[in-house]
C-alpha cells in the first residue's frame, strides 16, 4: 500500500498518529497508512516528554478528557500488550499568594464539578509531608490529588503502533517532509493527493496545514529539561512538585530529578531543539530555592534537553475537521499535555471521522473553528 492507494494517511508517528492509528483500525478503517518524515517513531516531543499526567486542570473539558484518559491507561495493558507506566503518586500543586490559592480553589471546584473526587487543598505542614524535600516556609498552601502522577509516554506510543500494526496499519519512516495537496501548491518532499489526511505532526502541525491550504494557530515553544545525575535523595514516589508562582516543578526519573521551569527562551529558528545551556543558572537558582538538597545534585548535561510544546492560543487542542478542505483532518496544538490525553484524543478523533461525531466525550471545546468564531477556551496560568 503506498501513500496513493490509502483510504486514510495519518501524517506524523508521534503518540497522536500511533493512537489515532489504532483506534481507526480498531473501529474497521483497513487501509491506514502512517507517514513519518523521521527514520523512527518519537524523535518529535513525544520522545521529550516529562511523563506526567494529571486531573488537575481548570477546564471541564480537560479534566473530562483526563478523567477518561485515566480509564483508558488504566485499562492499557490488558487492551494493549505494554504498560504504560501511569503510577499514581500525585501532583502537587503549591501557592505563595492569596490570589494563587485562590486560583487553585477555583480550578478544584471546576475539577469537582467535572467528576474529579479525588483532589483536595493541602496546608503547608502537608506539603512538607508529601514533598518532603521541599522549603515551604514561604507557602500557604496548595492542592493535591493522588491519582495525578506519572506515565511513560514511549510506552504509550509503542503500545499504540505495535497494536495498529497487528490491525494491518502501515507506518512508513523516512517518508521525507509530506505536503498534503489538498488545496494546490506545496514544495518539496512527499505529497499526498486525493487521500484523507490526518495532521498529527505535532509543532510542525501549523507547516503540514498550510501544505494543505488551511491555516491553523499551532506554534511551536521551546522548553528545556535540565536532569542530574542519580540523586537518590529523593523518593521515587515524590509526587511532581509545582510553584505556582513562577512554573518551575520537579519529578523524579530513573532515579534522577527533572527540573523545569517554562522560559520561553526565544531562539532564531522557532523549531530549533538544541539545549542552551544559558538557561540552566537561572533554573537551578529556582531548583535550590525551593529544594535546597538540590544544591548537592549534579546535573547530567548530557541528559538534559530542549523540545517543543504545540502551542494553541487558548492552549487546548484542536480536534475535528479543519474549516475549508474536505477530508483534511486536525488533531493538534495540545500545548504541552498531549502524552496524558493522546488515549482520548485517538479514539474521539476516530469517533468524528467514523461515526461523524465523537460519541464518547462531547469536545465540541475543542472544534477547530473556534477560533475563526472567537470562542476561545478560558486559560489559566496554573501550569
Ligand atoms: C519538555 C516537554 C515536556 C512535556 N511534558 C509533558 C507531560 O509531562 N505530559 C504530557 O502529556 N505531555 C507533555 N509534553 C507534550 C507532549 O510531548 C506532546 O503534547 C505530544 O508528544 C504531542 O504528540 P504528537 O504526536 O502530536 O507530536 P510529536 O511527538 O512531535 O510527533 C509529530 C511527528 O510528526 C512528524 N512530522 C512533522 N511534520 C511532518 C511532515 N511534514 N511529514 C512527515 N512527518 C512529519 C515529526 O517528525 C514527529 O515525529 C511535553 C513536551 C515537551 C517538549
Not at 510542525?204 to 536532569?227: C, D, K
Request: with cysteine; hydrophobic share 40%; net charge neutral.
Amino acid at each position: 500500500m503506498s501513500a496513493s492507494t490509502a483510504e486514510v494517511a495519518i501524517i506524523g508517528s508521534g503518540v497522536m498518529g500511533a493512537s489515532v492509528a489504532y483506534h481507526l483500525a480498531l473501529r474497521g478503517c483497513r487501509n491506514v497508512i502512517v507517514l513519518e518524515q523521521q527514520g523512527a517513531p518519537g524523535l518529535g516531543s513525544t520522545g521529550k516528554a516529562t511523563g506526567g499526567f494529571r486531573c488537575q486542570f481548570t477546564t471541564e473539558v480537560y479534566v473530562r478528557m483526563s478523567l477518561l484518559a485515566r480509564e483508558k491507561l488504566r485499562r492499557f495493558p490488558e487492551e494493549l500488550g505494554v504498560d504504560p507506566g501511569y503510577r499514581p503518586v500525585g501532583y502537587l500543586f503549591m501557592a505563595k499568594t492569596p490570589a494563587q490559592l485562590s486560583a487553585l480553589r477555583a480550578a478544584v471546584a471546576v475539577q469537582r464539578a467535572a467528576g474529579l473526587q479525588e483532589v483536595r487543598e493541602v496546608g503547608p505542614d502537608e506539603i512538607r509531608r508529601l514533598s518532603p524535600a521541599v522549603r515551604a516556609d514561604d507557602l500557604i498552601g496548595g492542592t493535591f490529588c493522588p491519582v495525578d502522577g506519572y506515565i511513560v509516554p514511549l510506552e504509550i506510543m509503542r503500545g499504540y503502533i505495535e497494536a495498529a500494526r497487528r490491525l494491518g496499519v502501515r507506518f512508513e519512516y523516512d517518508a521525507g517532509r509530506v505536503e498534503c495537496l489538498v488545496g494546490g501548491g506545496g514544495t518539496a518532499g512527499k505529497r499526498i493527493e486525493g487521500v484523507r489526511a490526518r495532521n498529527a505532526a505535532g509543532p510542525w502541525a501549523g507547516v503540514v496545514a498550510q501544505s494543505a491550504g488551511v491555516r491553523i494557530p499551532v506554534e511551536p515553544l521551546r522548553r528545556q529539561t535540565a536532569v542530574t545525575q542519580p540523586f537518590p535523595r529523593l523518593p521515587a514516589d515524590t509526587p511532581m512538585t509545582i510553584n505556582v508562582d513562577d512554573g518551575f516543578h520537579f519529578r523524579v526519573r530513573d532515579r534522577r530529578a527533572c527540573l523545569l521551569w517554562p522560559d520561553d527562551l526565544p531562539a532564531d529558528d522557532p523549531f530549533d531543539t538544541t539545549f542552551d545551556r544559558r538557561w540552566l543558572p537561572e533554573v537551578l537558582r529556582r531548583a535550590h530555592d525551593r529544594v535546597p538538597c538540590f544544591r548537592d545534585a549534579e546535573i547530567d548535561l548530557e541528559r538534559c534537553s530542549c523540545g517543543l510544546y504545540e502551542m494553541s492560543p487558548d492552549k487546548h487542542a484542536l480536534v475535528g475537521p479543519a474549516s475549508g478542505v474536505d477530508g483534511f483532518y486536525l488533531i493538534n496544538g495540545s500545548s504541552g499535555h498531549g502524552v496524558m490525553h493522546s488515549p482520548v484524543l485517538g479514539l474521539l478523533l476516530a469517533e468524528i471521522i467514523l461515526d461523524g461525531g465523537a460519541r464518547t466525550l462531547d469536545i465540541h471545546a475543542l472544534r477547530p473553528s473556534r477560533f475563526a468564531e472567537g470562542r476561545l477556551n478560558p486559560e489559566s496560568e496554573i501550569l
